[in-house]
């Protein structure tokens, strides 16, 4: 994540990677932001005094998490983002799906009910259930899909570096290598 020094001193966070000053690089995680405020290395990379704003690491976890949210909201706007169990089974049984988006604070169970496609960074499980419901104008959403497009990119870009500063600990799947309308004991999962 880049920041730079505004007037004053003033550390602010610069998303794009040219312009805006000279730039601070920092890892997108919470040990990083912590050691970095703790041994004052803002001030050492600026060469100047640098104010570094109490509970960074809280401002820009939750600066990325509305970030995600708004870019899910506008994925849905755009037709590339569905919602709700049935609809993405569907889609993923369809094979419509390219990244499968499931609320962190889901339980196991839940979770475990939908597998998502094949490949690295096809699943993003970052964000609650209410951050999700916000997107789709709902109150809480535990199961989302993302059917491809540009915008798509863009979240499975930002989804590590607000893994890297929340402090989620994802419960393991329930029944791992499950995936939707698999038979599990007794009941379809």
């Given at each position: 994540?880049?920041?730079?020094?505004?007037?004053?001193?003033?550390?602010?966070?610069?998303?794009?990677?040219?312009?805006?000053?000279?730039?601070?690089?920092?890892?997108?995680?919470?040990?990083?932001?912590?050691?970095?405020?703790?041994?004052?290395?803002?001030?050492?990379?600026?060469?100047?005094?640098?104010?570094?704003?109490?509970?960074?690491?809280?401002?820009?976890?939750?600066?990325?998490?509305?970030?995600?949210?708004?870019?899910?909201?506008?994925?849905?706007?755009?037709?590339?983002?569905?919602?709700?169990?049935?609809?993405?089974?569907?889609?993923?049984?369809?094979?419509?799906?390219?990244?499968?988006?499931?609320?962190?604070?889901?339980?196991?169970?839940?979770?475990?009910?939908?597998?998502?496609?094949?490949g690295s960074?096809?699943?993003?499980?970052?964000?609650?259930?209410?951050?999700?419901?916000?997107?789709?104008?709902?109150?809480?959403?535990?199961?989302?899909?993302?059917?491809?497009?540009?915008?798509?990119?863009?979240?499975?870009?930002?989804?590590?570096?607000l893994?890297?500063?929340?402090?989620?600990?994802?419960?393991?799947r329930a029944?791992?290598?499950?995936?939707?309308g698999?038979?599990?004991?007794?009941?379809?999962?």
């Amino acid at each position: 994540m880049r920041f730079v020094v505004g007037p004053g001193g003033q550390l602010a966070r610069f998303g794009g990677g040219k312009g805006g000053g000279r730039g601070i690089w920092l890892s997108a995680d919470r040990a990083a932001f912590d050691l970095a405020v703790r041994r004052n290395l803002f001030s050492r990379a600026a060469r100047a005094p640098v104010v570094v704003p109490e509970g960074l690491a809280d401002f820009v976890e939750g600066l990325l998490a509305r970030r995600m949210t708004d870019l899910l909201g506008l994925a849905r706007k755009a037709g590339e983002a569905l919602a709700g169990y049935e609809t993405v089974r569907a889609a993923l049984m369809a094979e419509k799906v390219s990244v499968l988006v499931q609320a962190c604070d889901g339980s196991p169970r839940q979770r475990a009910r939908l597998r998502p496609p094949d490949g690295s960074g096809t699943l993003i499980d970052v964000l609650t259930g209410s951050e999700i419901g916000l997107a789709f104008g709902r109150e809480n959403v535990i199961h989302a899909a993302l059917t491809g497009g540009g915008l798509t990119a863009r979240i499975v870009e930002e989804a590590p570096r607000l893994a890297g500063l929340r402090e989620i600990h994802a419960p393991e799947r329930a029944i791992p290598g499950k995936g939707a309308g698999e038979q599990t004991g007794n009941r379809t999962r």
